[in-house]
């Protein structure tokens, strides 16, 4: 792939200010003796490296509507033993050494003091109703970016968009232009993801006096485009890239020729046993397509040569697991498929009597060595009466914009609880400054009916940012409780700004693209599925002891003999998005200034060019000679 200079300038100058602030922090000195003690006291200090790990993965699943879903997954584990209490990624000497884990994010962990970052680069839109939930965090249209940062040294402001800025250059895009105008700080939503997330039993050891501050960041740009010049630096963060394992199925013109696509990058540091002792950088790569195989000929018959037009040749050398999982459809009616080859093992059934899975692993690292290329294809014996279970999710929900003209809107957010139990939601909205809410024009319907008098029973929570012109966006999250099986409407009254012209982009008339709502919310744990929105749901495929992966559902109910009543109970933390919406906002006839350009250039070109003549030319007076005369004289 030919790089664009754009790409070369934004890579050249991401990695400038990436060895600014590198070398900034090395010779920044300190101002006394108690502050360096204070500083040498916070460093960890690890007992032994844990060595490092690769895992990849690929989860195919037919669809209800006949796409098949494929989720490819690799994880990076950089990891040591401390002897402390506190474990800091950002600033702590794992990154003194590299082999799997890729230099060019250490180095922007370490350079500026992050402790979390996500990032994901979305085309399309997930449909929640159709589809139901993604195994791996999805997110909207656009990009998405959000991280937790060290605030010890109250420098977050500067860290974060030097972030943004290395990041924009890391992977060609445009993360530069997220600014004050649309960072926020969630205090909701977006929580840690890191440490204590998998084996603590009791949410009150999260908190930790000796750790440093933290600051979250977020920020979004629905209207930017992915292409393969996001894809070809993010294979380059792979240890085998793409010349061998499962990422040799990566081609993009493939990969974008699907209904969904979405590319992330997950850092977060995890624990590794029950009591913390081992802890390990994590990195957690995805990418996630939605194909529709019968968009051609109309035959759901399908295979990993025909989806990707490659093969895998060989597992990945540097892998520890390599394994490809099948998701077997949920049929309401047996022998209605076929799929080749069978595992060596066998197949396996997860989930109870009512919602039983049945799936298949395959053993790459085994398989290609014993049968060479793998190859994997399902058909169906009669297509057109497939009788496929549907899963119902148990949170939807649809954002639109209400009113017309160009001075005045509305905002209206539509929630369903498809549950039969009340579920505890957060929702988080993010409006730009151009786009003036009135807060007391909030209203709130519950199953059709007026609920205003009620706010408190549903609304837990409020937290309402006023947005400032041109320095801030509005925010809005609430907390929020749905009754079972209910409908929750949520509407604000808006004005709409008049630009100055030159803030018009150059499609002005198309109108401006607005982020979408998240909402995030903990649902009980669908029985028999691999993932349900968490970074944990492949963890139990690795070669790892099972009984220490299994996220929140390692709870003290284990301990007292009722893991399966508690394993019943649990939960899955997932977040769902809402629509990406476009809106107008007063435009200027921009066709107006170009006629009097037009019109004021051309008087001036006539003003100008006939004072110029004035001007500059010389005139003088000439007297015609006598034998001219002559010749005009009449002869008689």
Not at 149 to 163: M, S
Not at 321 to 349: A, D, R
Not at 553 to 571: K, Y
């Amino acid at each position: 792939m030919q790089t664009t200079p754009a790409c070369v300038l934004l890579l050249s100058s991401a990695l400038l200010a990436l060895s600014l602030s590198s070398s900034f922090a090395a010779s920044a000195p300190t101002s006394s003796e108690s502050q360096q003690h204070v500083h040498s006291s916070r460093e960890p200090i690890p007992i032994a490296k844990a060595p490092e790990s690769f895992h990849e993965e690929l989860v195919l699943k037919p669809m209800n509507d006949g796409s098949v879903y494929s989720h490819f997954q690799f994880t990076t584990h950089i990891g040591t033993m401390m002897d402390e209490d506190r474990f800091d990624g950002a600033s702590s000497n794992l990154f003194t050494h590299y082999n799997l884990f890729p230099r060019s994010i250490g180095q922007i962990l370490h350079s500026f003091e992050v402790e979390e970052l996500h990032l994901t680069f979305t085309q399309g839109r997930w449909h929640y109703g159709d589809w139901g939930y993604p195994l791996a965090p999805s997110a909207g249209t656009g990009v998405e970016l959000w991280a937790w940062l060290n605030d010890d040294k109250r420098q977050t402001d500067a860290n974060w968009k030097a972030l943004t800025n290395t990041l924009s250059g890391l992977f060609c895009a445009s993360l530069n232009f997220i600014d004050d105008t649309i960072t926020v700080e969630p205090k909701l939503s977006f929580r840690n993801e890191g440490l204590y997330n998998v084996h603590s039993a009791s949410p009150d050891n999260r908190d930790n006096s000796t750790a440093p501050p933290k600051k979250l960041r977020y920020g979004s740009l629905p209207h930017e485009n992915v292409c393969t010049e996001n894809l070809t630096p993010w294979i380059k963060l792979l240890p085998c890239k793409s010349k061998a394992g499962i990422a040799s199925l990566l081609k993009s013109h493939k990969l974008f020729d699907s209904r969904f696509y979405s590319m992330a990058i997950h850092v977060r540091p995890v624990c590794e046993d029950e009591l913390c002792r081992v802890r390990s950088l994590e990195l957690v790569q995805t990418i996630t397509t939605v194909f529709d195989v019968a968009r051609h000929d109309g035959s759901f018959d399908w295979s990993i040569s025909g989806l990707f037009e490659r093969e895998i040749e060989q597992a990945c050398p540097l892998a520890t697991t390599s394994n490809v999982i099948l998701q077997l459809p949920q049929m309401l009616e047996p022998y209605q498929y076929e799929f080749n080859p069978k595992p060596q093992q066998g197949t396996y059934f997860e989930g109870s009597e009512d919602n039983k899975i049945e799936i298949a692993v395959y053993d790459l690292i085994q398989t290609t060595k014993e049968n060479g290329p793998f190859q994997l294809a399902m058909t169906w014996r009669d297509a057109k009466n497939r009788a496929i279970k549907r899963s119902r999710p148990g949170i939807v929900a649809h954002r639109y914009f209400t009113g017309y003209g160009q001075e005045r809107g509305g905002l209206s957010i539509e929630i369903h609880n498809n549950n039969w139990e009340p579920i505890e939601i957060l929702y988080l909205d993010t409006l730009p400054w151009y786009l003036k809410l009135y807060l007391h024009t909030f209203n709130l319907q519950l199953n059709g009916e007026s609920f205003e008098d009620k706010h408190g029973e549903v609304i837990k929570k409020m937290f309402y940012q006023p947005a400032v012109d041109r320095a801030r966006p509005a925010v809005l999250e609430l907390a929020v409780t749905l009754p079972p099986k209910s409908l929750i409407k949520f509407s604000i009254s808006f004005d709409k700004v008049f630009l100055k012209y030159t803030e018009h982009p150059p499609d002005a008339n198309r109108g401006f693209d607005v982020g979408c709502a998240i909402i995030t919310a903990e649902l009980p744990r669908q029985r028999g599925q691999i993932g349900y929105g968490g970074l944990d749901h492949l963890r139990v495929y690795q070669d790892r002891d099972s009984s220490l992966v299994k996220s929140k559902r390692l709870v003290e109910g284990e301990s007292n003999g009722q893991g399966d009543q508690e394993e019943d109970m649990s939960t899955d933390k997932i977040r769902v998005y809402t629509e990406t919406l476009l809106v107008s906002l007063p435009t200027p006839d921009f066709s107006m200034p170009y006629n009097v350009i037009t019109l004021t250039c051309t008087v001036i070109a006539l003003f100008f060019g006939s004072m110029f003549n004035l001007m500059t030319r010389n005139f003088e007076v000439v007297v015609p000679p006598a034998d001219k005369k002559a010749k005009g004289k009449e002869v008689k």
